[in-house]
């Protein structure tokens, strides 16, 4: 092996971020900021609150909740060994900490979405006894190990709220939705468009699976392989089929408004109703389904422009069921989850830049006496809101002038021996080079008259 060989495998390796994650650097950081921040505006609006929850759970809470079989919880999950295995790795030394530190008994996996975690939040600090509904929002990352591509990352980021408890009056859907679609609103998102569709409940779904499903199986050969096996796992699901030579076939299905129970009928009618009333403007999809059990009722999703073929922003429904489910009282339950990620990338699709980060003020300061006043002025542009830039070390006037360029600033402030003896300090505006000298009292007042572009 040449001596160049080996020096290249001593090279450290260098890191990069695991497949399906991603550093969101600034100024785009700023888009997200500045997104999460209409969000707490916008629902707080409509009187909800934030919860925060841990990032990790029982995987049992999962399974139980989306359920055993789905693909998120079967294939997609990030989990983690339970007792055994930590205190092994423990026993031969290839852990530090105590065993209660880092042997959970139980499995756990990073979640792969927040509504299990706020029912079972719900129930833990019996929210039931407060006025109800109890009206949650949540943001942050979620897990899914799925194929990544545009749209679609293994650690995403959602921004999601849940009603529980309190009646399930038609106008909570139609309310929820309304805070959807005015938060999109206020965001500027582009070709929204809002898919609702009803899926019934325990009294009539289940007839209508079953019919569904022999509707399938007569015309099983002709369809693919994911929805042949779907006939039998989640019927529901083929109805999702994306599938060019499947969507005629799909087209003469059975629908499930046609076989809704009367009590779902009615709401279903009247959620379109209140929507109205809210000037909501929806499209019906009876094609939009929930392929998880404790779905019902109420299902909708809103799609966005510049997504390709992952354009769904958000997705939620009604899931009555699901308090119960996870060993709390009978409970009725809407929400959604937005995915933050897909958002972002549609407002940047249609031109929404992140707001500027350049800095306000450049201190550009020469000579030791200067510099006690450079630290000084620093101090009292950051107490009144300005970005200011104050170099560490000494730098030729040229040089600092040219960082303030780099960094985009305003305003250079220009600190030399001289002006701070003279007490007059010179401001230059970077954009056409003018300057101006200006007693401190002066160009502080100056500067405080302009609007700070770090607002
Ligand atoms: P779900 O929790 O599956 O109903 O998803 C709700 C929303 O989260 C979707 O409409 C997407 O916008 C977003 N989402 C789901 N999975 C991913 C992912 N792997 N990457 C990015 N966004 C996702």
Known sequence: MSEGATKKEDKPRKFQAIRGTRDLLPPETALWNGVEQTAHEVFA?????????????????????????????????????????????????????????????EMISLRPEATASVCRAYIEHGMHALPQPVKLYYMGPMFRRERPQKGRYRQFYQIGAEILGGPDAPAIDAEVIEMLMTFFERLGLQGVRLDINSIGDKNCRPKYVELLRAELLKVKNKLGADSQRRIETNPLRVLDSKLESEQAIIEKLPRIADHLCQDCATHYATV??????????????????????????????????????QNAVCGGGRYDGLVELLGGSPTKGIGFAIGEDRLILSLQESGKAAPLQGRDVYIAWMGEKAYATAIRAAKDLRATG???????????????????????????????????????????????????????PDLLEFLREQKPVSS
């Open 45 to 105: 609006t409509f009187g909800f609150a934030e919860i925060r929850l841990p990032i990790f759970e029982s995987t049992d809470l999962f399974a139980r909740s989306i359920g055993a079989e789905t693909d998120v919880v079967s294939k997609e999950m990030y989990t983690f060994g339970g007792f055994a295995e930590f205190s092994a790795k423990v026993r031969e030394g290839r852990m530090v900490g105590t065993l209660e530190e880092i042997a959970p008994e």
């Open 272 to 309: 379109k109703r209140q929507l109205e009333l809210r000037g909501v403007v929806y499209r019906e999809n009876w094609r939009l389904v929930r392929g998880l059990d404790y779905y019902m009722r109420t299902t909708f999703e809103i799609t966005a422009a510049g997504l390709g073929s």
């Open 386 to 440: 300005f970005s200011v830039e104050l170099p560490p070390i000494k730098q030729k006037f040229g040089k600092a002038l040219g960082q303030a360029d780099r960094l985009g600033a305003r305003y250079a402030l220009i600190l030399g021996d001289n002006e701070v003896s003279e007490g007059l300090w010179t401001l230059k505006t970077l954009a056409d080079g003018s300057q101006q000298k200006l007693t401190e």
